[in-house]
């Protein structure tokens, strides 16, 4: 390996990095490169029983200490993290090939916010009194117990914090599976958790395919399962649980619009547009993908965006004035090749970008298609890449019924400005996570998710504690029982 801060083996189980080379190997690819920079191996069944019985066996003394406690571990976290910024950044870049300008501001940083909201939240999680008469009752706030989080390759820390934190908030346990493609930054997120306190077995790191995930997923001892990933895996993760009757989060795929009105402020709609399709160049699941313009901006609004994105920088990832990077395999490449091909051949118009850069690693334009219709596989598809479909309307009524025509249900966004065009827009979107002039914006603060087939439950804010616990009921009479006979 070439970088700093690499972790040093393949699991990071019972509070220690663990190999077992008898996995399977899994290579580890730097994306602006194509070049392997790292090996580690996929989970054999005994690793993945050491993880669970690991994780099954910390529970109980984890819920038993205070939330303070608890919190207090959590935030030291956040603190290393933050400390180490740079480090777990680079790391990032390496190992999803997203540039570092991104990785910076929007990963180990988002993973600590993650670590510093629960964290604090910890010590205020609690159940409720109800008074009936002279009886009462009272809820206490439980943990599920042992949570598998399952990860996607384009947010690898964030989506590790995302799960880990709110999780371990409320007591429960973890063994996080990362995605195959990116399995390296997660195991320092666990590195880190340790050295700021957390008991060994509390979050449990191992590595592998779909198997790995299924075996997990289907084991006994598992009470909940939050995965991100695509929503065929999600069908398939959430039937699986469902045998096991345990909870789930999902959050899955997207295709989501964003409607840009003739009164919308032009430079800030086409940066949202922007934002919201060629950020980690384009592998960002609430990408609003279907840009609907209203006519009478579309030419203006077409000619801005092909200036802005022309000024893209794309480059080593690892200079700071590098604003677009490659894709993350060569697999992920080809499939939004395979896209750009289709929108061609079913006759959208290519405004800019289209072509695979003549450069080792996995390197495509920008691209831009103008003229789409709701038929066109481009404009149904996730294509998870940095491919834009704008397409034209003339209506709210007519595009507020276009943007909702699709089984997915992530987010939505809309630029204009008249205020109570916004607010009934908003309300009327078929979507979890929606902006108002913005777009892709994600704070700890708000909860993240998608309604539809783009998942189940939320993460982030308060919401997601009631996804990571469960509530006892406990009846207490104060006089005599009055039993019939
Ligand atoms: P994917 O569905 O291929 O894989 C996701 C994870 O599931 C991986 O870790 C994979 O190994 C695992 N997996 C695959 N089959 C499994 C099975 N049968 N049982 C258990 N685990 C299994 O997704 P991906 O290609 O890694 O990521 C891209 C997808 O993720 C896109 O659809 C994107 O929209 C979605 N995503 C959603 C969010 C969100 O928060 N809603 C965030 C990021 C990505």
């Known amino acids: 390996m070439t970088y700093p801060t690499q972790p040093t083996a393949s699991h990071f189980i019972d509070g220690t990095y663990v ?18 920079i790292a090996r580690v191996h996929s989970a054999t069944p005994a690793i993945v029983e050491r993880a669970l019985a690991s994780a099954r066996a910390a529970q109980a003394q ?10 207090r571990i959590l935030r030291r976290a956040a603190d290393l993290m933050r400390a180490r910024n740079h480090d777990l950044s680079v790391l990032e870049t ?79 346990t973890m063994v996080f599976k990362p995605s195959e493609t990116t399995p390296l930054s997660a195991l320092k997120v666990a590195e880190i958790l340790v050295e700021a306190g957390l008991p060994a077995g509390v979050f449990n790191v191992i590595q592998g395919l779909g198997d790995v995930g299924a075996a997990l997923v289907t084991d006994p001892r598992v009470d909940k399962v939050s995965l991100t990933g695509s929503v065929p895996t999600g069908k398939k993760v959430y039937a699986a649980a469902a045998a096991g009757m345990k909870h789930v989060t999902m959050e899955l795929g997207g295709k989501s619009p964003l409607l840009v009105f003739d009164d919308a402020h032009l430079d800030n ?15 960002v699941c609430s990408n609003g993908t279907r840009v609907f ?22 480059g080593d990832p690892m200079d700071p004035d590098t604003s677009f990077g490659p894709m993350v395999s060569q697999r992920q490449m080809e499939i939004v090749e395979g896209y750009i091909a289709r929108g061609i051949a079913e006759g959208a118009r290519l405004v800019c970008g289209g072509n695979r850069l003549n450069r080792d690693g996995f390197w495509l ?52 400005s008249d205020m109570t065009r916004a607010h009934r827009v908003a309300a009327g979107f078929q979507a979890g996570a929606c902006f108002i002039n913005s777009y892709n914006d994600a704070p700890v603060e ?18 997601a504690i009631e996804h990571y616990s469960q509530l006892k009921s406990v009846y207490v009479r104060m006089g005599d029982v009055e039993a019939p006979y």
């Open 446 to 463: 708000a909860p993240f998710g998608g309604m539809k087939m783009s998942g189940v439950g939320r993460e982030n804010s308060a919401a």
């Open 269 to 283: 709609a086409v940066g949202g547009a922007i934002l919201g399709n060629f950020y980690s160049s384009g592998q």
């Open 19 to 36: 190999e077992d080379s008898a996995g399977t190997p899994i290579d580890v690819i730097y994306p602006a490169t194509g070049k392997v």
């Open 94 to 172: 390496y190992d999803t090939g997203k540039p570092y300008q991104e990785t910076s501001v929007a990963d180990a940083t988002s993973g600590a916010d993650a670590l510093e909201y629960f964290g604090g939240m910890a010590a205020t999680l609690a159940g409720q009194h109800i008074q009936l008469g002279q009886d009462w009752v009272y809820t206490r706030r439980e943990p599920l117990g042992v949570c598998v989080g399952i990860g996607a390759w384009n947010y690898p820390t964030q989506i590790a914090c995302w799960k880990g934190a709110p999780a371990m908030a409320c007591g429960n």
């Open 365 to 416: 334009q920008p691209t831009v298609f103008a003229d789409v219709t709701d038929d066109m596989t481009i404009a149904r598809e996730e294509i998870f890449g940095p491919v834009m479909s704008v397409l034209d309307f003339e209506t709210e009524e007519e595009a507020m019924a276009r943007a909702n025509a699709t089984e997915f249900g992530l987010s939505a966004g809309v630029f204009t």
């Open 293 to 314: 313009v209203q006519k009478g901006i579309k030419e203006a609004f077409l000619t801005r965006l092909a200036e802005r994105v022309g000024k893209a920088v794309i």
């Open 62 to 71: 984890w819920a038993a200490m205070t939330g303070a406690e608890r919190g």
